[in-house]
């Protein structure tokens, strides 16, 4: 291909592209999207029997990623949709999630009236009934670092069903027939070798629940996800069908004037833990302070029962705003690990933890933008 066809060929194609992308029509396409990156400063890193301090760039705020969402109205009320999204590293342009190339999202479904069902990889409920308490969403810092799943709430193979039972009362369903059909390198929550769709009915399913009710100035949510285990190539401890990691969320939050204060509790048990039961608990707030600045806080506590592993956080991040889709910020997180425990404050990758006990802080400045 010359020079000249390049040329008309890219012209062809932006010419056509915001056709493509319009919102406003019987079907449409959307393409979206989010970059962040930033730069780490992160102590305590354990080597051998010393410590030292690392610098890394990667994404600090929020998790990058683009996406094609798109709707087909068939009449009546109903519409066909799709869902494709894939997360990567801008530093370095990888695939996430297990180097998917859509592994936050891939399902296509139906909406109307009657709620909303989808089919394929999907957010289960757990994502729905934190989302609204969790401010620091699927960032570095947070409740991240103490329960990375947070991060990761997405099932293979699934079938979902969300649906307004009034204005203000959701209620959702999730069930995976095999929740992770990808192997990841190093182990990960993103990647857990856990395809199911076997005659083993337990064998790598999911299943969750969601009901949240939101009011103009407050809000309350409730969900719960129970995971089975696979065989023995299945990573993270859960090796046998007989073995479960379930969550139970419960949380609220409420608006006074500008600011939002939320709270949030996840009660575990990973039976694929030598210590199974966990209770994290959690409090967020956040408040715009000029124009263009606000502030976030949080103070979370993850505790297990029946031994002295115990880790608290405490993040505090500005932001400022240089348009509605790009913010420059800054986010510090200090963690303080009790007992054995050696989690670190940056879910940033490539992870790097402190010594066992030990505590850490991680310091991110950087910028997000979305499209």
């Known amino acids: 291909m010359n020079y000249r066809t390049t040329i008309c060929a890219c012209a062809a194609l932006m ?15 959307t393409i979206y999207g989010l970059i962040d990156e930033g730069v780490q400063y992160l102590n305590n890193v354990a080597v051998g029997k010393s410590t030292s301090n690392i610098y890394a760039v990667g994404s600090g705020m929020a998790t990058s990623y683009f996406g094609f969402r798109g709707v087909e109205n068939l009449g009546g009320g109903l ?31 139906i909406e109307g009236d009657f709620g909303r069902l989808t089919f394929g990889r999907q957010y289960t409920m757990r994502f729905y009934a934190t989302s609204p308490i969790n401010v620091f969403g699927t960032g570095a810092q947070g409740i991240t670092t103490l329960d990375n799943g947070v991060a990761n709430a ?31 390198t190093p182990v990960t929550a993103v990647a857990t070798n856990c395809p199911g769709e076997t005659v083993t009915w337990k064998q ?3 299943m969750s629940a969601l009901i949240k009710y939101t009011a103009s100035t407050w809000g309350v949510d409730s969900g719960y996800e129970r995971n089975y285990g696979g065989t023995a190539a299945t990573f993270g401890g859960l090796t046998s069908p007989k073995l479960s990691d379930s969550r139970f969320i419960l949380g609220g939050y409420t608006k006074v004037h500008d600011t939002r204060l939320a709270l949030g509790w996840i009660k575990r048990t990973n039976l694929g833990l030598a210590t199974p039961k966990s209770n994290m608990v959690w409090m967020t707030a956040s408040a715009p302070v000029a124009d263009k600045v606000s502030f976030d806080g949080m103070l979370a506590q993850l505790k297990y029962e029946q031994s002295p592993n115990k880790a608290l956080v405490i993040v505090l991040r500005a932001t400022y705003s240089l348009s509605k889709r790009t913010v420059l910020y800054v ?17 940033l990758a490539p992870v790097s933890l402190p010594q066992a006990g030990g505590s850490q802080l991680s310091v991110i400045t950087g910028i997000k933008h979305t499209f």
Do not use: M
């Open 15 to 29: 010419s056509i592209a915001p056709a493509w992308a319009k919102d406003d029509g019987p079907s449409a396409v």
């Open 79 to 109: 519409k066909a949709i799709f869902d494709l999204q894939g997360g990567f590293s801008a530093n370095n342009g990888t695939s996430s999630q297990g180097a998917r190339l859509f592994g936050r999202q891939s399902y296509v479904g």
């Open 154 to 184: 997405r099932a293979d193979n699934a079938v979902s069903y969300r649906v307004y039972l009034t204005k203000e009362l959701e209620v959702g369903a999730n069930y995976s027939f095999g929740r992770d059909a990808v192997a990841g």
């Open 204 to 206: 790598c399913k999911e």
């Open 331 to 347: 986010t510090a997180d200090h963690i303080s690990n009790g007992g054995n425990l050696a989690l670190s404050a940056s879910t």
